[in-house]
């Protein structure tokens, strides 16, 4: 049994109450943990969207060559200079200590060293939430050493691809019935896992489950999922469940995506046209939950 994600769905799961005499250090700071030069699109993505959601403060890591391009695209972000090496991993570990939420792996590529690196950063910093994507998305190797130091604050946004990977199984058997390896991911990482597709299913570990069908064919782009993991990353730095995260997440998307394509068609528009939308689109889920 799945639950549909609606409306209703929200009003159950609310987001954190903005505090009107606040600050952008009550809406906590996220650090994007994305991969190097060649990719640097995927952090921009998930990061801006994080600041569109409400986040307050923004990091970006990046390789050497690419600070000067992330500091003109992202002017709101800290910067942070690591390399994949040990040095660039301690670098990254002392920001994520002092990050209210993670968003590890966007535009990152599929090696162990990300893996690793994504604990590496879990560990060091034991309060905050996490979004895993792409390349730093665990797998039947790690799933123990994850679970240990992750279950409980962490979402997971694969499609079916990287979920055969995490699963260690094909993508056609994955698609056949992806509600069934959404729930093993979630049992065996201990994660909230956000399986994307057409049909979009959210699982927690205990087998609670939501399914999402509203999303529209133009949402399958590149960058798209970066934004979608950036606006459930904006949202844990706030203060939201993992859960809650997700569920809003994954409707802000869709709905955003929605918008788009009224103004442009199914087709052509951008994932970076994305988390400009996505402020508007939140504050009428937020009406429309309190009126449900």
């Known amino acids: ?8 769905a929200l009003k159950a799961h609310p987001l954190p109450p903005l505090l009107e005499d606040g600050d952008k250090e009550d809406r906590g700071a996220v650090l994007v ?6 990719l640097a699109g995927a952090s921009i993505l998930a990061g801006v969207a994080a600041l569109r959601v409400g986040a307050g403060k923004l990091q970006l890591r990046s390789d050497k060559d690419g600070l ?12 942070i200079v690591a390399g994949t090496g040990e040095r660039g991993t301690e670098r990254l570990s002392v920001a994520a200590g002092q990050a209210s939420s993670l968003v590890i792996g966007p535009g990152a590529d599929t090696r162990p060293r990300e893996r690793r690196r994504a604990r590496r950063l879990l560990q060091a910093a034991p309060s905050a939430s996490a979004v895993i994507d792409a390349g730093a998305l665990p797998d039947l190797s790690t799933a123990k050493a994850f679970a240990a130091v992750a279950g409980g604050r962490t979402v997971l946004t694969p499609h ?8 260690g199984q094909t993508k056609d058997v994955v698609s056949q019935d ?15 896992v956000v399986m994307k597709g057409s049909t979009t299913f959210v699982v927690m570990p205990d087998g ?4 999402h069908g509203g999303g529209v064919c133009g949402l399958g782009t590149s960058g798209s999922g970066d934004v979608l993991a950036g606006a459930i990353g904006g949202l844990l730095a706030r203060g939201a469940a993992p859960i809650v995260a997700a569920l809003w997440g994954v409707v802000m998307h869709a709905e955003a995506g929605a918008d788009l394509t009224r103004r442009h068609g199914r087709l052509g528009f951008l994932a970076r046209e994305l988390p400009d939308v996505l402020p508007r689109v939140m504050a009428r889920l937020e009406a429309s939950a309190v009126d449900a």
Do not use: K
């Open 160 to 167: 079916a691809g990287e979920m055969a990977a995490m699963l």
């Open 1 to 8: 049994m799945s639950a549909i994600l609606d409306v209703a």
């Open 178 to 192: 992806p509600l069934i390896a959404a729930r093993q991911a979630a049992t065996l990482f201990q994660s909230v």
């Open 33 to 38: 943990a994305g991969g190097g030069t060649d």
């Open 68 to 79: 000067a391009a992330l500091a003109v695209a992202v002017p709101e972000a800290r910067i």
């Open 208 to 211: 609670a489950t939501w399914r």
